[in-house]
């Protein structure tokens, strides 16, 4: 009996392994797919504005989190500017934490990968493609706007910079869907965990 039970149990840890590994490859497939899809063809009008978007996020990043300080300071408002120290809070850590775990990944980056395939059109970047840094970056931004301000004419264009961000990452074919997807987890997580940590501690 006890022996029918292992063997049970061992057929149903194969079978998670296999399914796993069967997951995982066709989510590389199909990362693999959208990336070549998106990538191409060749449009250097739209891959020049695309350039441009991607690396918006260097700037998004101060102004947020100093607009939201400075909002708060003009109309004598210390709850906006705390929200304003919330936010380059939540998008240094959001960005730290990106940045370690590229290094734990190591994931290649899909021109790296598929060098006959892909195209790199982004020339200013490292070797590890998880999570996109970029990505996280935007949507990191754009959750700290969301909640200082809790008003849908500040979240809905946030969240839409944020979400063409991301898509400037595969068509310059440095990033894999799933990169964004670890990049949007990092960037919203860090928003509203300083959020609640801010309240937890605050009581506010």
Excluded: C
């Amino acid at each position: 009996m006890v022996k029918i039970i292992s063997e049970k149990i061992m057929i149903q840890k194969l079978f998670l392994i296999f399914l796993f590994f069967t997951l995982g490859v066709r989510s590389q497939n199909l990362d693999f797919r959208i990336v070549r899809d998106l990538n191409k063809p060749i449009m250097p009008l739209w891959d020049k504005t695309m350039m441009g978007v991607s690396h918006s996020v260097y700037g998004a990043m101060p102004v947020v989190a100093g607009g939201v300080w400075l909002d708060g300071y003009i109309h004598k408002d210390e709850a906006m500017m705390r929200n304003g120290y919330k936010s380059a809070i939540a998008i240094t850590f959001a960005v730290a934490t990106s940045t370690g775990l590229k290094y734990l990944v190591n994931r290649k980056r899909p021109f790296a990968q598929y060098p006959g395939e892909i195209t790199q059109r982004d020339s200013h970047v490292g070797p590890f493609s998880f999570p996109s840094g970029h990505t996280t970056s935007a949507f990191a931004s754009a959750t700290a706007l969301s909640l200082s301000y809790k008003k849908w004419y500040v979240t809905v264009p946030a969240y839409i910079y944020a979400g063409f961000v991301g898509y400037s990452r595969m068509r310059l074919g440095v990033h894999y869907p799933t990169d964004l997807l670890g990049g949007i987890i990092i960037g919203v997580g860090a928003g509203f965990l300083t959020w609640q940590l801010d309240k937890a501690i605050n009581g506010k």
